[in-house]
Structures are given as C-alpha cells and as structure tokens.
C-alpha cells in the first residue's frame, strides 16, 4: 500500500473517531445542560406568571372591596353611587353583585350589570344569569377563606372568572364580580415554546390559551404537571412528567393567591431538545465537509511530505547504479532537508572516493576491478539500509505528530455557537414582552391619589394610616398614570407590610416642586431597611421578605419605569427609622 494512501487512511480514521467521540460527548453534556436550564427558566417563569396573577387578581380583589357599602345603612345595604361609579370604571367587570347574610344564609340584595359591555363581549344577560347559576358561590367557604376564584365561564363561548370578596370581619357582605378574562390571557397567550396556564387547587383550568379548555372548565387533575400538584406539598416544583398526548414534558408550578390556585407552565421535552437534533444533523454534515476538506489537505501534505522522499529514492536508484554526480534538489529546513542535504553529502563523497578508486585501480585488471565495484555495491547498500530507516522513522513521527486540537478547535466553535440562537428567554423565558406605553402631560397628584385609593382594603385590613400630602398646583409631567400608579402602589404595599409589626401604623404620600422637577415621597413608621440591603434594594429577584411572600421583582421594575420617564427613585431612611422613597421626575409646561 503506498505511504501517501496509508496516510490518508490514517487521517481519515483519527478525524472521524475523534469527531464521533467528541459529538457524542458534546450532545450528553447539552442535553443535560439544556434540560437544567429548561428546569431552572420554567420555575422562574411560574414563579414571574404566578407574582402577575397574583398582582391581577389582588387588583379584582380591591376593586370589589372598593364597590361594598361603607358604614351602616338602613334597610338592605345596596350599591351606593360610588359602587356604580367604580363598575363604570372598571372595564373588566361584566356584573357585580351585592349579596348580605341573613337568618336564611346568604341573599342577593343588589345587581349592577352593564349591557353595552355585556352585547360587546357577545353575551345576552339571560347566559349571564345562566353562567352565574353554574357557578354558584361556596357559602360555607367564604366566612372563612375571604376570598374565592373560580371559572364562571359558560358554553358555548362565554369566558369568565367570578370572584367573591367577604367584607367585614363578621363576612356579612359578600361582593361578587364575573370579570372578562382578558387581562389574565395576555399573561398566557400562545406561545411557539411552553404553555402556560391556571387552574385551582383542584386541577380545574381557570385560565387557558386554548379557550376550548377554559369555556368547558377542563378539569387536568389527572393528567400532567396538574397531577403532580394534586400529590405534592410544596409551593412551586419543577418536574418531568407524562403530557396529555403521552408525550413527556417538563414542567413547572407555582401556588399562588393564598394557594387557591397554581400557575403551571409546561414545555415539551422534545422541544426543549430540539437544538441537541439540530446539532446533530449539522454536525454531521459539517463533519464530513471537514473530513472531505481534511483528506483533500492530507493528499496535498502527503504530497509535500513525499515529493521529497520520491526524490531520494530516484537518487538512491541512480546511486545504485553508479553514478556518483548525482544530487537531490530540497529547499527545505525539516528533518527530510537535513536528510537530503546528508545524501548529498553522501553522494560528494562517493564520488571523491570513486575517483580516487580510479586514479590507484587503473593498472589492475579488470577482475580486480569488478571485486572492487562489488565490494563498493554492497557497502553502498548498508549505507542506504541506514538512511531508509531514518526516513520510516521520521515518517511515522510526522504522521504521530498530527495536532488533534484542531478538530476539539472545530467541536468547541460547533458548542459556542449553538448556545447564542435559543434568550432567549425573549431571550426564558420571555417571559413579561417589554410594550413602550404612550405618555402625555398629566397631573401627578391626581394619578397619586387616584394609585392610593387601590390599597384600601389593606390598609383597613391591617389598621395602617394613610396621610396625603398632595400639591395641586403642580407643574405637568409627561407620563403614563397607570405606569407611575404602579410605582406608588408598589410602595405602598410594601409599606404596609413593613408596618404590620411596628407600634404606629403610619404610611405618608406627599408630592411637592423641587426646581425643575416634581416629587413623590412615599415614607412609613417602619423599621426601615438594614444597610447592609440598601445598595441592593433595586436589584432583580433580590427580597428581603419570607420566601414565598416576595418576588424581588417590585423595586427593581419601579425603577425601570421611573428611569423610562426620565426621573430617580431612591432610597433613604427617616430621621425616625423609617423608609423613605423618593422620586424624581423632570417637570414640564401644561399644553
């Protein structure tokens, strides 16, 4: 077999075994990879979808609360004005009902229903009442868990939530709002990647991307990760579990809202490997490219490597022969130059030798110079026997002398890139789809009382103060309210857990011109933060509530938005140990 073959062979043999080698590895140490971020991005995404159901649904919770009658009433209590007021305004209500304790249980004492929102989500007021009567409220729960949630939808197309909210600490008003799911799905649209969705402590689907599944209240306790909720204990778990087509998937929940219900989100575990196929199919086909590319680079280096040694042993050949003139023309500076350049050598002698020879043999006869060529040939032949077996030496160092780092340079750029193309995650997951809001000029003490009158039911529940301080003659600011409610109500429930163990239960908002700026103070009779927190409080996922109780997340995104409207939200401490937030906010001329 000639040596430039066997070379090929040899290269061919070591690519091949080193990439399949190295391919087999790379796909085991992915996939395990992958699925840990699979499992890590899907519990992040339950526990970020359940804090947004559970801001939601608390958000239904005060408007409801808001709607009860305040203070006692002779006769039946009914929705006052400033209940209708609030319906008007809450664009998600579909009806709300008033419902009051008797000495025969629970008896509706007033309905406010609005038909222009009923004919828009096209629904008559008869299907209404008829979803109303399939989910009836648990009256003999509701004394004791305040708050229920369940799915009032109604087939054939009408999806709702209905929701009932006991007042008082004796339950004896009972506030009951169907709501349109909308908001809810937003969280949970479809996506090309996972699933996402809601269901109650007793696996029945209460928020879904498949309306299908909501209208027909799919109960999914036996099937998947709502199984796995069924039999487990703990407030969130990532699993992989058996999906409803059989097919195994990895998924995720989150208890939410007191652990009423549970968001779930799932993704398959095929899709989760799909980028392990993929690299698969393309590795294999750029491997042989670069097996197809290393031989053709063999046959050419063999070449190199062999015109050489053919040179030589078209010298050794005409050596053999005797004649001595000859020379081996190599330009290299490698160990085949150093052997060419001693073969020359070699040959310069011999032919010095060879004429010296002539010069003493020329009277002897020609026997005695027939033994002397003899004699020459076989010392000729030892000489080359040596050099021959330097050269298969050296050869099989060349050929041992192959980096293989190339091809681990080739398996590892394969690895990089493949990890930049799946965060991702946008970029998981991603998640909550980041949406510029439209700004316009506004009165910041009307959006601050307007953000203050959400956390009522708090503020009651745990007899906190609320003291205002709001300046109307404020310059404008060009602002998105609802953005910067968020802000102020964000602060607000943090204030309120911060004082729930303090003696003075206080909460301040004041808002004043500083300059060219206008201000929101929002401080409380708290214990404040430690200072070793502080550089940290606007740092995502960073808490410093119970775990379970706090996301980390509220800071963090107040202060993205405050940053967004071009102003600064910071942190410092009341002289009385207390927390002070204070917000900046570049002020601007009415329009």
Known sequence: MPFRLQLLLLIAFVLVGAMVTYLLLAISLFNEDKLAYVFDLNGTLARTLGAEVELALETEVDKLTAMAPVGKSEGTPKLDARARRNFERYADLLSVELWVKGPKGYARADQQVDAKRLAGFNVTAEQLAAAQAKTPVPWDRIAGDKVWVANGSHAPDIAMVRVAVAVGDDS????VGDLRQDRLLRLFGKSGVYTGYVVTRDGVVLVHPDPAKVVARADLSGTGVAKELQSSKA????TTVTGEGGAEVVGAFSRVFGERL??????PKSEA?????????????????????????????????????????????VLARGFYDVQVDVSSRNELGALAHSFNEMAG?????????????????????????????????????NPMAAIRGLAQLALRSKDPNKVREFVELIEKETDRATDILNTLLMFARKEEADKWHIDISEAVRDACRLPGFQLRKNRVELKLSLDNNLPAVKANPSQLQQVVLNLLMNGIDAVADAQTRDLMVRTYADGGHVCIDVSDTGPGVAEEHRDQLFDAFFTTKPQGKGTGLGLHVCQQIVTEHGGTIVYAGTPAGGALFKIRLPATAWD
Request: charged residues 25%; glycine residues 4%.
């Open 172 to 175: 004896s008003v009972v506030v």
């Open 235 to 238: 407030k969130d778990a990532v």
């Open 262 to 267: 549970a968001v779930i989100v799932e993704i």
């Open 273 to 317: 490997l799909a980028t392990a196929e993929a690299l698969v199919d393309k590795s294999i086909y750029f491997g042989i490219g670069i097996v197809l590319l290393a031989l053709l680079l063999a046959m050419l280096f063999s070449r190199v490597i062999t015109s050489p040694i053919r040179k030589l042993k078209e010298a050794s050949d």
């Open 349 to 385: 002698e011999l032919k010095d030798r060879d004429t010296r020879l002539k010069d003493s043999l020329q009277k002897l006869i020609h026997s005695e110079k027939l033994a002397t060529v003899g004699q020459m040939s076989a010392s000729i032949s030892h000489e080359v026997r």
